[in-house]
C-alpha cells in the first residue's frame, strides 16, 4: 500500500492476512496512533493569504471576489474554501507512509446522496476536484476537523470533540469490518438509501427522500436551472450565478463548447457515448458552483432528445490537486482525467456520464450530469444527536473508499481495536478549529486592508 512517483498505490492483496496484519502493526513504531493530536503552527508557516492569493491568479478574476466573499461568512465556509491552505498543514503532520487515493477535500458537506447508475439512491463522496494520491490521514484530519468547526454555534467544546472522535472511530470500526470482507463482495459494498429510517439515520428528511426518488422514477432533473423551450431552447439566465457569454463573445464560446464535447464524448465508453449520441446540444452557459471552486471555469449544457427531453450537463474545470505539492504527482498529465480517474476509484458507483475534456481556452475540464436526484443533510441545522449520525456515517463511508485503493487489513491493523486513534484525532481535530477561526480572522483583516476583493453581496 505504499506508493511510487507517479503511480497509484501498490497493491498488497496477494500476501497472506497475517503478513497484512503484521505490516499494519509494524507501522506504529513509524507513527505511534496518539502522535495523530498533534497539531501546532511551525515556524516557516506560510501566510494563508498568500495560499489563497496565488490559488486566485489561475483563476477568473472577475470571479474572485465572489469567492472570499463566501469564505468571510464564517470559520466553516473558510475550511470549505481553504483545501490549499489545509493541505500545507497536513503535509507537517505525522504519517505512517500509507498511500490510497484520497478524496482531497473531505469536509463533511462533500458527502451526499445522488442516484447511481442502477437508479438506486446512494450516500458517498461527492467532490473529487482535489482527489490525488496521498496519505490516508489527510483525508481523516480534514473530515474531522470540518465537523468540529462546523459544530462551533451549536455544540460546545466537548460535543465538538465527540463529533470528530465519531468520524475516528467509524472509521475505525469501518475498515476493520472491511479487513474482515472478501475482496469482492468489499469492492461492491455501497451506502444505499433505501427507505425512511436509513436516511433520518444520516440526517435526510423524510421530504427530501420523496423528492429525489420522485426524480428517479419520473426522470427529474433535480436542479436549479431553468430553461425556455420553442425554436431556439435556452438556459435562461439568472444572474449572478447563471449567465450567457457577451454577445461578442457568443459564436466563439458555443464553438468551443462544441470542440469540448466532441472531446469528452471521446472519453466516454461505447455504451456511454451511444447513450450520449442520443442528445444534441442546445444551450451552453456559465455556471457559478460552490465555495472551493469560485473562480475556475464553470458551466452548464442543455442537451435534448428528439422528443425535447432534457439532459443538464456539467463541465467544470479542474487545475492541480491541492494535495500534489506535498505527496505524490498526478499519474495522469490532463487534469480533467485525474478527477474521473479518482471519482471512479472512491466511489462504489460513478455518474454514467461522468468523463473528461479539454475545454474553452485549452483548459482541463471534466463532465458530468448537473445533478442526478442529489441530496444532502442541511449539516448546519442538524440536532446534535442527528449530526453525531451523521459524523459516523461519513467516516464509515470514508472508511470504504479508502479501503478500494488500499489495504484495509494493514490500516485495520494499525487502527487497532481501542480508542487511542479516535482521541488523538479528537485533540488534532479541536486544535485545527482553533487555527481555523484564527486564519479566517486573517481573512477578514486582508479584506479590510484591501489586501484581497470582496463582493459586497453573496447570492
Given at each position: 500500500?505504499?506508493t511510487?512517483?507517479?503511480?497509484?498505490?501498490?497493491?498488497?492483496?496477494?500476501?497472506?492476512?497475517?503478513?497484512?496484519?503484521?505490516?499494519?502493526?509494524?507501522?506504529?513504531?513509524?507513527?505511534?496512533?496518539?502522535?495523530?493530536?498533534?497539531w501546532?503552527?511551525?515556524?516557516?508557516?506560510?501566510?494563508?493569504?498568500?495560499?489563497?492569493?496565488?490559488?486566485?491568479?489561475?483563476?477568473?478574476?472577475?470571479?474572485?471576489?465572489?469567492?472570499?466573499?463566501?469564505?468571510?461568512?464564517?470559520?466553516?465556509?473558510?475550511?470549505?474554501?481553504?483545501?490549499?491552505?489545509?493541505?500545507?498543514?497536513?503535509?507537517?503532520?505525522?504519517?505512517?507512509?500509507?498511500?490510497?487515493?484520497?478524496?482531497?477535500?473531505?469536509?463533511?458537506?462533500?458527502?451526499?446522496?445522488?442516484?447511481t447508475?442502477?437508479?438506486?439512491?446512494?450516500?458517498?463522496?461527492?467532490?473529487?476536484?482535489?482527489?490525488?494520491?496521498?496519505?490516508?490521514?489527510?483525508?481523516?484530519?480534514?473530515?474531522?476537523?470540518?465537523?468540529?468547526?462546523a459544530?462551533?454555534?451549536?455544540?460546545?467544546?466537548?460535543?465538538?470533540?465527540?463529533?470528530?472522535?465519531?468520524?475516528?472511530?467509524a472509521?475505525r470500526?469501518?475498515?476493520?469490518?472491511?479487513?474482515?470482507?472478501?475482496?469482492?463482495?468489499?469492492?461492491?459494498?455501497?451506502?444505499?438509501?433505501?427507505?425512511?429510517?436509513?436516511a433520518?439515520?444520516?440526517?435526510?428528511?423524510d421530504?427530501?427522500?420523496k423528492?429525489?426518488?420522485?426524480?428517479?422514477?419520473?426522470?427529474v432533473?433535480?436542479?436549479?436551472?431553468?430553461h425556455?423551450?420553442?425554436?431556439?431552447?435556452?438556459?435562461?439566465?439568472?444572474?449572478?450565478?447563471?449567465?450567457?457569454?457577451?454577445?461578442?463573445?457568443?459564436d466563439?464560446?458555443?464553438?468551443?463548447?462544441?470542440?469540448?464535447?466532441?472531446?469528452?464524448?471521446?472519453?466516454?465508453?461505447?455504451?456511454?457515448?451511444?447513450?450520449?449520441?442520443?442528445?444534441?446540444?442546445?444551450?451552453?452557459?456559465?455556471?457559478?458552483?460552490?465555495?472551493?471552486?469560485?473562480g475556475?471555469?464553470?458551466?452548464?449544457?442543455?442537451?435534448?432528445?428528439?422528443?425535447?427531453?432534457?439532459?443538464?450537463?456539467?463541465?467544470?474545470?479542474?487545475?492541480?490537486?491541492?494535495?500534489?505539492?506535498?505527496a505524490s504527482?498526478?499519474?495522469?498529465?490532463?487534469?480533467?482525467?485525474?478527477v474521473?480517474?479518482?471519482?471512479?476509484?472512491?466511489?462504489?458507483?460513478?455518474?454514467?456520464?461522468?468523463?473528461?475534456?479539454?475545454?474553452?481556452?485549452?483548459?482541463?475540464m471534466?463532465?458530468?450530469?448537473?445533478?442526478?436526484?442529489?441530496?444532502?443533510?442541511?449539516?448546519?441545522?442538524?440536532?446534535?444527536?442527528?449530526?453525531?449520525?451523521?459524523?459516523?456515517?461519513?467516516?464509515?463511508?470514508?472508511?470504504?473508499?479508502?479501503?478500494?485503493?488500499?489495504?484495509?487489513?494493514?490500516?485495520?491493523?494499525?487502527?487497532?481495536?481501542?480508542?487511542?486513534?479516535?482521541?488523538?484525532?479528537?485533540?488534532?481535530?479541536?486544535?485545527?478549529?482553533?487555527?481555523?477561526?484564527?486564519?479566517?480572522?486573517?481573512?477578514?483583516?486582508?479584506?479590510?486592508?484591501?489586501?484581497?476583493?470582496?463582493?459586497?453581496?453573496?447570492?
Amino acid at each position: 500500500m505504499q506508493t511510487r512517483p507517479n503511480a497509484l498505490p501498490v497493491q498488497t492483496h496477494t500476501l497472506s492476512l497475517n503478513e497484512r496484519r503484521m505490516r499494519g502493526r509494524a507501522l506504529r513504531d513509524r507513527s505511534a496512533r496518539k502522535d495523530h493530536a498533534a497539531w501546532a503552527p511551525t515556524p516557516n508557516r506560510r501566510d494563508p493569504i498568500e495560499i489563497l492569493i496565488e490559488q486566485g491568479e489561475s483563476r477568473l478574476q472577475d470571479l474572485l471576489p465572489l469567492r472570499y466573499a463566501r469564505m468571510k461568512a464564517s470559520p466553516f465556509a473558510f475550511l470549505r474554501g481553504g483545501a490549499a491552505v489545509m493541505a500545507a498543514d497536513l503535509a507537517a503532520t505525522p504519517s505512517n507512509g500509507l498511500f490510497v487515493q484520497s478524496g482531497g477535500d473531505c469536509h463533511c458537506l462533500n458527502f451526499g446522496g445522488f442516484a447511481t447508475p442502477e437508479r438506486r439512491l446512494a450516500f458517498d463522496i461527492n467532490d473529487f476536484d482535489e482527489t490525488s494520491v496521498a496519505p490516508w490521514e489527510w483525508d481523516v484530519k480534514r473530515l474531522a476537523a470540518s465537523f468540529a468547526v462546523a459544530g462551533r454555534d451549536t455544540l460546545d467544546k466537548q460535543g465538538r470533540s465527540d463529533l470528530a472522535q465519531a468520524v475516528a472511530k467509524a472509521y475505525r470500526e469501518a475498515m476493520a469490518q472491511i479487513a474482515a470482507t472478501p475482496v469482492l463482495d468489499a469492492w461492491y459494498e455501497a451506502l444505499t438509501i433505501g427507505d425512511t429510517g436509513t436516511a433520518e439515520a444520516i440526517g435526510i428528511g423524510d421530504r427530501e427522500l420523496k423528492k429525489a426518488d420522485k426524480a428517479l422514477k419520473h426522470a427529474v432533473a433535480m436542479i436549479a436551472m431553468r430553461h425556455r423551450g420553442g425554436t431556439a431552447p435556452h438556459i435562461e439566465d439568472q444572474p449572478p450565478l447563471v449567465y450567457h457569454p457577451k454577445r461578442e463573445d457568443a459564436d466563439a464560446f458555443r464553438s468551443a463548447v462544441e470542440a469540448m464535447l466532441a472531446d469528452y464524448e471521446a472519453s466516454l465508453i461505447p455504451e456511454r457515448r451511444t447513450l450520449f449520441q442520443r442528445y444534441r446540444m442546445a444551450d451552453a452557459a456559465y455556471k457559478v458552483v460552490g465555495v472551493g471552486s469560485v473562480g475556475t471555469l464553470c458551466g452548464a449544457l442543455l442537451m435534448l432528445s428528439g422528443d425535447g427531453e432534457a439532459l443538464y450537463l456539467q463541465f467544470k474545470e479542474a487545475t492541480s490537486s491541492v494535495l500534489e505539492a506535498y505527496a505524490s504527482p498526478s499519474p495522469y498529465a490532463h487534469h480533467g482525467e485525474r478527477v474521473v480517474r479518482g471519482q471512479r476509484l472512491l466511489q462504489a458507483a460513478s455518474d454514467i456520464f461522468l468523463g473528461f475534456a479539454t475545454g474553452p481556452t485549452g483548459r482541463h475540464m471534466y463532465v458530468r450530469q448537473l445533478r442526478d436526484a442529489k441530496i444532502k443533510p442541511q449539516v448546519e441545522t442538524l440536532a446534535p444527536r442527528s449530526l453525531r449520525r451523521y459524523a459516523t456515517t461519513c467516516g464509515e463511508v470514508l472508511a470504504r473508499a479508502h479501503a478500494r485503493t488500499g489495504d484495509a487489513a494493514i490500516l485495520s491493523a494499525y487502527l487497532g481495536k481501542g480508542p487511542s486513534f479516535d482521541e488523538a484525532i479528537a485533540t488534532f481535530a479541536l486544535a485545527y478549529a482553533r487555527q481555523t477561526e484564527l486564519d479566517h480572522a486573517a481573512l477578514l483583516q486582508a479584506i479590510n486592508e484591501g489586501r484581497i476583493p470582496c463582493a459586497e453581496q453573496v447570492s
